[in-house]
């Protein structure tokens, strides 16, 4: 009766709203929603009278098994979706990272072969791009076509790593938007930062304080004006991934209300915790939350990035989670610029959004759904596959109990690191069973993951989606002039898809 599988009584949490209802599951997708449901004998049936019955997570940034500043991270992808399970996720998308020179297509490939053998949950990818050049761009469109990838991630951090220039960043708008792919960018100013790191270490400050220090929060919020402004100049769908400060939560704001297309993404570190612990006397501790862009040492932003995301100024929430050991930090010692960054939060966003969310009035039960796993499908196009729990859908479904208390902690987190930024914070609210393509891999808060059950989810591009066509191709590029009285007034480039 593994594959059979009735969910009585619960309150059923879509985005869009809650009904008192039943949901039968069989062979991995959801078949019937509804009263007084007929289904066959010898189903397994689950009492959620008093709970929540919610589309399982989305975790929108993870980077499992990443090599980064010289060693790789602790989680794998066995690890990293075993702990995404415990906390309620069920799918993952993880970042490929090529390195400078390196095929797109063939980091593509060697994601793919660390992934599917290891994920316990379903997992989808973003690409990087780290460099560019004609080949890159032919490579985007065949990831488009051939790889279900639909979104790229460009840094403009990380100089003489992964940063592109500004130019290269239009371009790489440009070639979103042709795609139909969805272009996300990591915000931050690394210009300005090698500059500052160099001075703060010349000044002696090497503790991880001079992390935060190299990149205050306006040089946050410059990138992500400076991202706006590049990809509507081509009319480019923009997200910015791990929105970490007010500043920055503000012009996405500002942004959408003059009605340009971006989303923005905190992440569970961001919203629950803040960056006064890189001040922390214990180096451990400090070192524990550099990550790129950093925590804010302004302690009110949890919860103003918590208001924004309530209302709609910021769309989903992710981790980054990106987690190593305390060994592996300890490569930063004397020298804040080597630490390796990275967060966890896999296993806690839902949790935290729970507590930090719905607990604290903010958000009710369905926009906690929209901002932890409906938008995400939407966005990245996986919807109505994930991100609902409706009749053909994947079975993704949690049962969440309001009434389930749980301190975060070391000893207890299903992720390899030794150490957890959000110990000691109780969260009232988690998941009882956790379900993975009609599979309860959390049964009654007992974790059972089984290694490479989970699998590699396609995201088609969205139209228009031109392959070969040049010509097609170049009609994008237009630029349409508006006359007025026989003189132009404005030079706009076409949104008109080249079908
Ligand atoms: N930030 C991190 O903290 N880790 C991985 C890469 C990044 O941008
Ligand atoms: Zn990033
Ligand atoms: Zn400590
Ligand atoms: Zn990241």
């Known amino acids: 009766a593994q594959n059979r599988l009735l969910i009585k009584n619960g309150k059923v949490v879509n985005a869009d709203g809650i009904q008192d209802a039943d949901v039968y599951v069989e062979e991995g997708v959801i078949k019937q929603v509804g009263n007084n449901l007929i289904v066959p004998g010898g189903s397994r049936v689950i009492d959620a009278r008093g709970k929540f019955v919610i589309p399982g997570g989305i975790d929108t940034h993870t980077h499992l ?15 990293g979706t075993r702990a995404a399970l415990a906390g309620g996720t069920t799918t993952i998308i993880d970042f490929v990272i090529p ?3 390196q095929s797109l297509i063939e980091a593509y490939k060697q994601w793919r072969e660390r992934a599917d053998d290891k994920v316990a949950c379903d997992y989808a990818l973003h690409v990087a791009v780290t460099w560019w050049s004609p080949e890159v761009q032919q490579e985007m469109e065949e990831l488009c076509r051939d790889h279900g990838i639909n979104s790229f991630k460009m840094f403009m951090a990380y100089k003489d790593l992964w940063q592109l220039d500004d130019t290269e960043l239009f371009e790489a708008f440009e070639r979103c938007k042709q795609l139909g792919a969805i272009a996300q960018v990591h915000a931050e100013n690394g210009d300005i930062i090698k500059e500052n790191c160099k001075k703060l270490l010349a000044a002696g400050v090497t503790g991880p304080e001079g ?15 400076r991202a706006c402004v590049l990809a509507n100049q081509v009319n480019c769908p923009l997200y910015v991934v791990h929105v ?6 503000q012009v996405i704001a500002e942004k959408r209300r003059e009605g340009i297309v971006v989303y923005g993404e905190p992440i569970a570190a961001s919203l629950a915790t803040d960056g006064r612990n890189y001040w922390h006397t214990c180096w451990r501790h400090a070192a524990a939350h550099v990550m790129g862009p950093p925590l804010r040492p302004d302690a009110s932003t949890p919860d103003y990035l918590m208001d924004l995301l309530a209302n709609d100024d910021l769309s989903l929430t992710g981790t980054d989670h990106c987690t190593f050991s305390t060994a592996q930090k300890e490569m930063g010692k004397g020298d804040f610029t080597k630490i390796p960054n990275g967060v966890n939060g896999v296993e806690e966003r839902m949790s935290l959004v729970w507590e930090k969310g719905v607990v604290s009035g903010k958000m009710d039960p369905s926009r906690f759904v929209a901002v932890t796993s409906t938008n995400a499908a939407k966005i990245f196009n996986m919807y109505p596959k994930k991100g609902c729990i409706d009749v053909g859908s994947d079975a993704d479904i949690v049962i969440w109990d309001p009434k389930l208390e749980h301190t975060i902690s070391v000893a207890t987190h299903h992720s390899a690191v030794d150490f957890n930024i959000f110990e000691g914070m109780t969260c009232r609210g988690g998941p009882e069973y956790v379900i993975a393509n009609g599979r309860v891999t959390v049964d009654e808060g007992q974790v059972k993951a089984v290694q490479g059950y989970g699998s590699f989810i396609p995201t088609p591009a969205f139209a228009p989606f031109v392959y070969d066509a040049v010509a097609e191709r170049e009609k994008v590029h237009q630029l349409i002039k508006v006359e007025r009285e026989g003189r132009v007034i404005a030079v706009r480039n076409t949104a008109v898809a080249a079908a």
Request: charged share 25%.
């Open 65 to 79: 098994q990443l090599p980064f500043m010289g060693t790789t991270t602790a989680d794998d992808f066995y690890t």
């Open 99 to 101: 390195s400078k020179g």
């Open 211 to 225: 992390h935060e220090l190299s990149r205050p929060e306006e040089v946050e919020a410059e990138a992500v004006n």
């Open 244 to 249: 970490m400060s007010k500043s920055a939560g």
